[in-house]
């Protein structure tokens, strides 16, 4: 198995709770989902601006593992079952550091606009074939908002053979970072923008597997910006439909956000579960372009993809889904964090709101992705404080009464010495859980192919899957209005053949695609599904839920240029840099100047 850390928006203060929280083991590998990692200017210049960021955050999650290594022995990884595909002792490769080298190394660090990624690993060998993605969905494609990629062949250091030998294993992982549209009223381009994930964020430029004569090489327009940067709120209700509690429901075209004269074309086509005309030209299905493709040419495709049939896939970062469609009036009843407070108030009563789970369940967003348990508050919006509110400063009477409050006892607790920040929620925000982590479950063919448990293991045990092993919030930092989320999983070590589709599965996916069902029993009983692991048509390893946008990197290219020309120029007006080499230049050019009016 492989151990692995996944964490968005990740603090340096309290890294070492991410630790604590699992009896101070480490894992083999981490990976940091960033969003708004640095101001514009240097985000969207690139790496040289950049690295003074990565380092700090490096340097904080070395501090951390280190600290966790010198609270017990030092740790490894849990074996799996013998029963399953993979159960190799990372005893070697999680053993305590020396003095004079750092826990993790950081392998690869990757960014589009303002939104990074960053893949660390306890033994940097193990890393291999690393390929990157990238695209942008703000205006003219800019990364302000964007979702970045990075894809690794693991290799794992053996788990002993029967006979005793050594037997090399490797499997393959995708991490996608994520950072899409904000504001309560956007839910429709939030979904717009995992589409644009979906169709633009390519391991290899598209065309590199496509007939030279299949399309003209001018790339499409770029897409409208989808990054809810600058929208304005819908107009509010009439006082007397003003709801103090979020409705949950799944808003109506008109509630969703402002559609203009302008937007009216592009909105059009936005219809739930329909592709974007606006990423077109695309490789639709069914259509004649996909029919002159060869189905190795349509495989290579869809091994492009973020779902690549023989990977593990995982998505964190700031996916801005709220609990609302609209911003919340004037003495709004907001979630609590004190147990003390009514079950009406508890954060957990907020849940079933999510915009989130709703759209994924209904096909909309993060397809075919599941999700841990969700077990903490609200990770945003947070109001910073001088100083704790008393139940007298709350507006509800009834907090009042009780002597609860918003935040209650536990989160003002100090963590490992660390004062905990003074906080609120920000009035005109609904709290929501926008920082989430996601992951693919193993397919159902591979966990049939497990042996039966054997006799004297425990329920569950030799079952292939994602193993969870927490998910939760950190505390709030000073500098940031969100709490960052981590996930901690085990990854069956699986490879391609074994996660592979078979030749009956994907037959008995056609044979109902060509009848048109939405599900087939036959893929099911060919792949041996059970419970949690059901194939079905909708399954992304067997058909892509949107097709690929062959000119993703023709526009990504024309993004970058963009970007590059407006991160100078930010650089040069808004910054003490840009201004002090404003001046120096201005300088020199008044003295050449001179000096040449004095030679005349």
Request: glycine share 8%; net charge negative.
């Amino acid at each position: 198995m492989n151990h692995h850390s996944c964490i968005t928006n990740l603090p340096s203060t309290y890294t070492h709770c991410l630790f604590e929280s699992y009896a101070y083991q480490i894992s083999s590998n981490a990976n940091s989902s960033l969003q708004e990692v640095a101001p514009l200017s240097y985000s969207f210049i690139g790496s040289y601006f950049l690295n003074p960021y990565y380092a700090r955050f490096t340097e904080a999650l070395n501090l951390a593992s280190t600290w966790a290594l010198g609270h017990g022995d030092a740790p490894t990884t849990a074996a799996a079952s013998s029963s399953s595909p993979s159960s190799p002792d990372n005893s070697a490769a999680m053993a305590r550091p020396s003095s004079d080298s750092p826990p993790y190394t950081l392998v690869r660090a990757k960014n589009v606009g303002m939104t990074a990624m960053l893949l660390y690993a306890r033994d940097p060998t193990a890393v291999t074939a690393i390929a990157e993605a990238e695209c942008g969905f703000g205006a003219a494609d800019m990364g302000n908002k964007g979702a970045v990629g990075l894809r690794v062949t693991w290799k794992d250091g053996g788990g002993g053979g029967g006979d005793g030998t050594q037997q090399e294993k490797t499997t393959e992982l995708t991490f996608v970072a994520a950072h899409l549209a904000a504001m309560e009223w956007n839910l429709k381009k939030r979904n717009a923008n995992w589409r644009s994930i979906v169709a633009g964020l390519t391991f290899a430029n598209p065309r590199d597997v496509l007939p030279p004569d299949a399309f003209p090489r001018a790339p499409a327009d770029p897409t409208p910006d989808r990054s809810g940067a600058g929208d304005k709120a819908p107009p509010p209700r009439r006082k007397r439909q003003q709801q103090r509690l979020p409705t949950g429901d799944s808003p109506d075209p008109s509630e969703e956000e402002v559609e203009d004269d302008e937007l009216e074309d592009e909105t059009a086509s936005e219809t739930d579960g329909e592709t974007d005309s606006a990423i077109e030209p695309l490789l639709p299905h069914g259509s004649s372009e996909t029919a002159a493709l060869t189905p190795s040419q349509t495989a290579a495709l869809h091994a492009l993809s973020i779902y690549k049939p023989t990977t593990h896939l995982f998505v964190a970062g700031d996916l801005n889904y709220r609990i609302n469609s609209r911003t919340p009036p004037p003495g709004a009843i907001f979630p609590s964090f004190d147990p003390r407070a009514p079950a009406e108030r508890q954060f957990d009563a907020f849940l079933p709101r999510d915009q989130l789970t709703r759209e994924r369940k209904a096909g909309r967003t993060l397809h075919g992705l599941s999700e841990a348990e969700i077990k903490f508050g609200p990770t945003y919006k947070f109001d910073v404080l001088d100083e704790w509110p008393s139940p007298e400063d709350e507006e509800a009477e009834e907090a009042e009464e009780a002597g609860w409050t918003q935040s209650g006892e536990e989160e003002r607790k100090p963590k490992n010495g660390v004062p905990a920040v003074p906080w609120r929620f920000a009035p005109h925000r609904w709290p929501g859980w926008c920082d989430r982590v996601l992951y693919w479950e193993v397919p159902a063919w591979a966990a049939a192919a497990t042996p039966p448990k054997g006799k004297g293991e425990e329920e569950g045990e030799g079952v292939v899957k994602i193993d969870v092993l927490a998910y939760d919030a950190l505390p709030l930092l000073a500098t940031s209005d969100h709490r960052p989320v981590y996930f901690r999983a085990r990854i069956p070590v699986l490879s391609e053949d074994e996660m592979r589709p078979p030749a009956d599965v994907l037959v008995a996916s056609e044979e109902a695609d060509e009848q048109g069902g939405t599900s087939s029993a036959a893929a099911a009983a060919a792949a041996g599904g059970g419970e949690g692991n059901v194939v079905t048509t909708a399954d992304p390893r067997l058909r892509l839920p949107l097709p690929v946008d062959v000119h993703a990197w023709e526009r990504r290219a024309a993004a970058r240029r963009k970007e590059v020309l407006v991160g100078w120029s930010a650089l040069v007006w808004s910054t003490r840099e840009g201004a002090a080499a404003l001046g120096t230049a201005l300088a020199v050019g008044a003295a050449g100047w001179w000096v040449w009016k004095a030679w005349l």
